[in-house]
């Protein structure tokens, strides 16, 4: 996540704490769809799959747990990419990651109910 994606040091820390606003505005500054697909939309489709750790980690199958570790795990995340420069530490980051685990979790739970009869 640090080094990926053409990722380089700022020359100053960087937060954005403005709510939905900072992608409004980095969409309306973009000028290419590929990059708003790839960015915004990669955001989320990127966290999916940690919508699925309740199959790993039983404690996680409640929303309302696996919701509160990945908030923590990815506020630090964004947290070190303040201190380290490497990154921008973004509200709407964690807004959009959030919302892909989200999303992963209710396809966890579909596919849970749609197969639950092939289990035992």
Do not use: H
């Amino acid at each position: 996540m640090f080094l990926g994606m053409g990722r380089f040091q700022y020359d100053e820390n960087i937060v954005r704490i403005k709510p939905i606003l900072s992608t409004i505005e980095f969409i309306e500054g973009t000028i290419r769809w590929e990059d708003i697909i790839r960015i915004v939309l990669g955001n989320v489709v990127m966290f999916i799959p940690f919508g699925f750790l309740g199959w790993v980690f039983p404690k996680l199958k409640e929303l309302k747990s696996l919701l509160f570790s990945f908030m923590s795990a990815i506020v630090i995340v964004e947290a070190l990419q303040y201190f380290t420069r490497m990154g921008i530490c973004e509200i709407d980051d964690v807004i959009l990651n959030t919302f892909g685990v989200f999303l992963g979790w209710i396809m966890c739970r579909f596919l849970e109910n749609k197969f639950a009869r092939f289990v035992f």
